[in-house]
């Protein structure tokens, strides 16, 4: 991939940001009445004068943020009800910083799900455990991932950038009249929340997860926004986490942990940062739109913004590019022609604009459909779609959502990100930490090699 950026048209035609939801319940099997679609039934489904066979289909997915979770369980719930003959099996995850861990687990005990959340699916396409997107189900989406020539996922929302979901009483408390047009005006802001007493940034550090927020960030900026083949040359050992620009990234990060992200970041989850930011305690929270629904339950006269921040000469890239994941159909499933009815119904189902309308709204995503979704918007939410639409602002992608040449190693994401929480407890030398990053990268590319 060459091109730095897409426009708007492109975008929107984006797949996916998987906005993950949990819960260790299986759905229930007495959902709540028909909330009333326009889907049609598959084929045999329930009529007055035939009763279709029941089958039961289990799933796979991720923890995630609360607001996500409720969505996808509503979802559930609501498919469960239209089509009653279908018995949903909820093997939800628990573990977010693990979850291809977790998949690779269920499927060592046969217990790989029929329907998948899934992330790494090259290499769950390379394993075999993957079937093709039917072909039917093509056409639902503006656009659709490609892995060698063939579609495995349908794209649940289209990749949302990250930025700064930020208090407007605090800056207004801190002198803050304007918002940062370069990085080191953004640094300047920090000092000024500093100076007020607040902890400048809250941070989830506790969830594996979020640590990718703020080290993509300077990953995408000082790394990929110039050479978006940085990961293909780092395989083919032409490149170092011991570039120049690499440890640049690195250090910024660092001291931005070491010095504005309040000092309990390590044993704070995910979804504790939106009570922290709307109690007063910290004045900004770096994440994705989801977090829009989860402040505005927390406090619903909470007065916030959102913003991407710009780099050190004003140009701002985000995350934003289309990514390999969305739901997927287990190879084994599409064994039985019952399970793959079942799985197209899901499908078509949970992106028909009646249902999938209020999920986008509940999660905070942008859709990914050929179909034109007309989404409620916030004012905070209409900041993320106009940061989506501007044509100026560059999209990239997380270091673990590249695919092709330049995907890395799966399991190297995590140990990474520890690897980072590690260099700021103990205040470590990042040139040694990214010669220890180059040798555990070769180690996982040979053992995958195996």
């Known amino acids: 991939m060459s091109k730095k950026s897409v426009q708007l048209g492109t975008l929107l035609l984006a797949g996916s940001l998987v906005l993950s939801a949990c819960g260790g319940n299986n759905v229930t099997n007495n959902p709540p009445a028909n909330q009333g679609t326009n889907n049609p039934p598959v084929e045999g489904a329930e009529t007055p004068d035939n009763s279709p066979d029941p089958v039961t289909i289990s799933i796979g997915y991720a923890t995630g943020d609360p607001a996500g979770k409720k969505a996808l369980e509503d979802m559930l719930d609501d498919f469960n009800a239209q089509y009653p003959h279908i018995t949903i099996t909820n093997y939800s995850e628990t573990t977010s910083d693990s979850y291809l861990d977790w998949l690779k687990t269920k499927d060592a005990v046969g217990e790989f799900p029929d329907i998948i959340e899934m992330r790494d699916t090259k290499v769950f396409v390379d394993a075999g455990k993957l079937a093709e997107l039917p072909e039917e189900l093509h056409d639902l989406f503006a656009y659709l991932p490609e892995y060698e020539g063939k579609f495995y996922n349908a794209p649940i929302a289209a990749n949302a950038p990250n930025g700064i979901l930020y208090s407007k009483q605090a800056y207004a408390d801190a002198g803050v009249t304007e918002l940062p047009q370069t990085y080191d005006e953004f640094l300047e802001i920090q000092e000024k929340l500093l100076a007020t007493g607040i902890s400048p940034i809250v941070v989830g550090g506790k969830d594996l997860f979020h640590m990718g927020f703020w080290v993509n960030y300077f990953l995408i900026n000082h790394v990929y926004a110039d050479d978006p083949d940085w990961n293909s040359k780092r395989t083919a050992q032409t490149a170092s986490f011991t570039d120049e620009q690499v440890v640049a990234a690195i250090t910024d990060y660092k001291d931005l942990f070491t010095t504005y992200v309040d000092k309990g970041w390590l044993s704070t989850a995910d979804n504790q940062t939106a009570s922290i930011l709307v109690s007063g305690k910290a004045a900004q929270l770096f994440s994705g739109p989801w977090m829009i629904t989860q402040i505005k339950e927390a406090d619903p006269n909470f007065e916030f913004g959102f913003y991407a921040i710009?780099?050190?000469?004003?140009?701002?890239?985000?995350?934003?590019?289309?990514?390999?994941?969305?739901?997927?159909?287990?190879?084994?499933?599409?064994?039985d022609p019952a399970?793959?009815?079942a799985f197209t119904a899901f499908v078509q189902f949970f992106f028909d604009a009646e249902n999938y309308k209020p999920f986008l709204e509940a999660s905070g995503s942008i859709p990914s459909t050929a179909e034109k979704i007309q989404i409620e918007t916030s004012e905070e939410m209409q900041q993320v779609l106009d940061i989506v639409a501007d044509s100026s602002i560059?999209?990239?992608?997380?270091?673990?959502?590249?695919?092709?040449?330049?995907?890395?190693?799966?399991q190297f994401r995590n140990w990474f990100y520890k690897q980072l929480q590690d260099l700021v407890v103990k205040d470590g030398d990042i040139v040694e930490y990214m010669k220890q990053a180059d040798t555990e990268y070769d180690n996982n590319v040979r053992a995958n090699a195996l």
């Open 310 to 335: 710009p780099d050190r000469e004003g140009k701002v890239t985000v995350n934003g590019l289309p990514t390999l994941a969305g739901w997927s159909l287990s190879a084994e499933a599409a064994k």
């Open 339 to 341: 399970k793959v009815e």
């Open 394 to 410: 560059e999209k990239s992608m997380m270091i673990n959502q590249w695919f092709g040449e330049n995907a890395i190693p799966p």
